[in-house]
């Protein structure tokens, strides 16, 4: 068998007890420094079994040998790392010479990596993660006390372990920015509503025109535009954390887009009142019903209207419902200017936009809705065959059908 202070340069040992037991060697011979990279969590749960950890932890407070430990993470080795950080169970005294960082899953490997000294390396080759035990688990290990072998290990760990570093203060900046995010639109939301609420009361008393009422339609106008951005960061935000809950029930689309044309005609007349803009609705002739979150789906075909309207000053709008064997295709065509070309290939990332009067947030939005759905998106330039663009989405009919 090899020990640590053998004179071979280079060993490959198949005997999975033989290879244990050298693990052992190293750990209780270090004198300065352990490192270790497990390939998985099952693999650091097997050298715990075997007495491998606590024998690491008495490295650390008996000799002061210090320990660092790249591992895959989860809830059992959480609780691992907590005991390893006391000198004694029960303790809240820190050991400082005891280091744990977590492996992002794209980084594990097939092998478990332990470095003694900087002078000695064993690399172990995973055979079987379902065993109970190392000695059923393990493959060949190679053995070096080569200074270029073991060196080239190292670096591989210091690299792993800086990455690790960086990726983990990655996440802790991503997690206050997003609590930010979410915290701020919340606060924004709260005085939106009374300022609305309160301005339309006061609209409605205001019957005559004139400046004031003017005034008070800029102000609503406004607020509706900032509790439109307020609610869009609250969704990106759900979105991005995984938490955007969707409540099916059954309705007719037919009907939901009628009222979404209706609601968009009265914009129009509101805002665009000297424009010769026209929507138009091809519908089936009978009712579409679907099983879906009504008020979802109501707000992806609003924000593709609304995108269809801003960008066409004079012609029209026609909103398409097609069923096509089991899924219903639904589809708003514009003659305005087309999609820009330097928009198109990313046009539902997030602020894929050029125009002044909106975010590039609602195409993002309308994306995770229908894919949320199990549909699909798209959007596409009119020419050579025509003017303008399409915007369309498919849903899939499930359970639902025409009635």
């Known amino acids: 068998m090899c020990s640590a202070g053998s004179s071979r340069a280079i060993e490959i040992i198949q005997d999975p007890v033989e290879i244990q037991k050298l693990a052992f060697n190293l750990i209780q011979t270090a004198m300065e420094e352990i490192l270790v990279m497990y390939s998985t969590a099952n693999a650091f749960h097997r050298q715990e079994r075997a007495g491998k950890i606590q024998l690491i932890k008495e ?21 691992t790392e907590r005991k390893l950080s006391m000198v004694q ?35 172990i080759e995973l055979k079987d993660d379902t065993k109970q035990t190392s000695i059923e688990a393990i493959g060949l290990a ?14 591989i760990f210091e690299s792993l372990w800086t990455e690790t570093e960086l990726f983990q203060k990655l996440k802790e900046s991503e997690k206050v920015k997003d609590d930010f995010v979410h915290i701020a639109a919340h606060e924004l ?28 339609d800029t102000i609503i106008r406004n607020a509706k535009r900032l509790q439109r951005l307020t609610e869009d960061i609250l969704d990106i935000n759900r979105i991005e954390s ?8 059954s309705f007719d689309l037919s009907e939901m887009i009628l009222s979404a044309i209706a609601d968009s005609n009265n914009h129009i007349t509101k805002i665009h009142k000297h424009t010769n803009l026209k929507l138009e609705f091809i519908r089936p002739k009978e009712g579409i019903f679907i099983e879906a979150d009504k008020g979802r789906i ?11 309207i801003k960008f066409t000053s004079d012609g029209t709008v026609t909103a398409a419902v097609v069923p096509n064997n089991d899924e219903i295709v639904v ?51 009119n020419y050579p ?14 359970n639902a059908g025409e009635v």
């Open 242 to 249: 995984k938490s955007l809950d969707l409540k099916k029930e």
């Open 385 to 398: 065959e025509g003017k303008g663009a399409t915007f369309g989405f498919s849903l899939p009919l499930h």
């Open 189 to 216: 939301r709260a005085p939106i509503q009374p300022i609305l609420a309160l301005a339309e009361i006061l609209r409605s008393k205001k019957t005559d025109g004139g400046q004031e009422a003017g005034y008070l």
């Open 142 to 155: 190679t053995y070096s006390n080569s200074q270029s072998t073991v060196s080239s290990y190292v670096s």
């Open 298 to 308: 109501n707000q992806v075909i609003s924000n593709l209207l609304s995108n269809a």
């Open 59 to 79: 490295a650390a407070t008996q000799r002061g040998v210090k320990i660092r430990i790249l591992t895959p993470e989860d809830e059992q080795i959480v609780e």
């Open 331 to 381: 589809s708003i065509t514009d003659n305005g200017p087309g999609i820009d070309s330097e928009i198109l290939p990313k046009l539902f990332r997030k602020f894929a936009t050029k125009s002044r009067t909106g975010t590039g947030l609602g195409l993002f939005i309308s994306k995770s809705i229908i894919e949320a759905h199990g549909g699909k998106i798209w959007g596409k330039n």
């Open 89 to 123: 169970e029960g303790e809240q005294q820190p050991l400082k010479n005891i280091g744990i960082r977590y492996i992002e899953p794209h980084l594990q490997t097939m092998v478990t990596i332990l470095i003694v000294d900087r002078k000695y390396s064993l690399v």
